[in-house]
């Protein structure tokens, strides 16, 4: 059983940054593969950035590639998204999410959903 609780959401300005914080509870963390995935109204969910449990490989689909870094530190049970160059078709709710897959950006591989954070780009 793995739990997550996202953190760092908020209001930023096009142009600016933000840092989430995933942090998960469970003695399995570091044999996930990791996953951030957003959601904004009216849209289906859609993943921005996978990594494997080692760290060693990501994933990034091409909206975000370039912009968004996934990384991890299995020491403290914590996966981030860096989010650079934030654009106002970022705004969603954003979710971590845990799977026992090596590495995938299939929302149906996770088993495990944190409750989500709100990201806000203003225009």
């Known amino acids: 059983q793995v739990q997550l609780v996202e953190s760092g959401g908020g209001v930023v300005q096009t142009g600016g940054s933000l840092r989430l914080s995933c942090t998960a509870s469970?003695?399995?963390?570091?044999?996930?593969?990791m996953g951030w995935f957003r959601q904004a109204p009216g849209k289906e969910r859609e993943s921005v950035a996978a990594?494997?449990?080692?760290?060693?490989?990501?994933r990034y689909p091409d909206s975000v590639k370039g912009r968004f870094t996934i990384s991890r530190d299995n020491a403290k049970n914590t996966v981030y998204l860096q989010m650079n160059s934030m654009k106002p078709e970022d705004t969603a709710v954003y979710y971590c999410?845990?799977?026992?897959?090596?590495?995938?950006?299939?929302?149906?591989?996770?088993?495990?959903w944190g409750q989500g954070t709100q990201v806000t780009v203003s225009s």
């Open positions: 999410a845990a799977s026992v897959f090596e590495l995938s950006d299939l929302d149906t591989a996770y088993e495990y």
């Open positions: 469970g003695r399995t963390f570091g044999r996930h593969c």
């Open positions: 990594i494997s449990w080692r760290g060693r490989s990501t």
